[in-house]
């Protein structure tokens, strides 16, 4: 099984749509957990970390729950800008390396 | 926020060649460098992790003498991808950290082509 599992998607969605991403992680003892975003041919930015009481930053929230070994990501409002692939990341240990799902591919049209 | 430099951006090689991706943290001392690589349409892959002053660590798969990995002072750490072939061609992207680090910074990654 792999260590971060996501639905690659594409995802279509019209402007102001809501879109919601989920992935599932397979080591239950991760311990910090992030979403980010890629644009083509670039390197992934930091969108938002993940916590267990859940999360928001403007039209993105986030969620973890540890005890399903699920986390999601909640776009509402969505832009034309929001067209990305996002990842889902965790780490197992402070200081160790990320560990990436393949990411999902939102696509969003006027 | 921190700013970290990879160079080339781009580079297309001959198969038999060697090239050197230069990766750079410009405003802060990293003591740890991640090395990842990326192929189309696939997650990015942990080739190899390297502490400033010593080896650096492998993943599974990852051939250390193809892949040299050099992080000889705290704001640079170079990795050599040796004897290059077709399927060498990748995205490669470092990322670094100071220790204890809760989060990396990621730097804009090379697009490696060998032809």
């Known amino acids: 099984r792999k260590e971060v599992e996501q639905d690659p998607g594409p995802f279509n969605v019209p402007e102001g749509a809501t879109v919601a991403f989920n992935c599932t992680y397979s080591?239950?003892?991760?311990?910090?957990f992030f979403w980010y975003r890629q644009d083509c041919r670039k390197e992934p930015k930091l969108l938002m970390s993940?916590?267990?009481s859940g999360n928001e930053d403007g039209r993105f929230t986030a969620q973890l729950n540890r005890a399903s070994q699920y986390i999601s990501l909640l776009i509402r409002d969505s832009k034309l800008s929001d067209s990305a692939t996002y990842l889902c990341?965790?780490?197992?240990?402070?200081?160790?390396?990320?560990?990436f799902g393949k990411g999902t591919t939102l696509s969003v049209s006027s | 926020g921190a700013v970290v430099s990879q160079h080339p951006s781009w580079v297309i090689c001959k198969s038999g060649t060697s090239v050197k991706i230069e990766c750079r943290s410009l405003?802060?001392?990293?003591?740890?460098m991640f090395w990842y690589r990326q192929f189309p349409k696939q997650s990015l892959m942990l080739m190899a992790t390297s502490n400033e002053g010593s080896k650096a660590t492998y993943e599974q798969g990852v051939e250390k003498d193809k892949f040299l990995i050099n992080h000889a002072s705290l704001t640079l750490s170079t990795l050599t991808v040796t004897s290059a072939h077709p399927e060498d061609s990748s995205f490669y992207i470092c990322?670094?950290?100071?220790?204890?680090?809760?989060?990396?910074?990621f730097g804009p990654g090379t697009r490696l082509t060998v032809t």
């Open positions: 990341v965790l780490r197992n240990q402070a200081g160790t390396a990320l560990i």
């Open positions: 080591n239950s003892a991760s311990q910090s």
């Open positions: 990322s670094a950290g100071t220790s204890g680090m809760y989060e990396q910074y």
């Open positions: 405003d802060f001392q990293a003591t740890t």
């Open positions: 993940v916590y267990s």
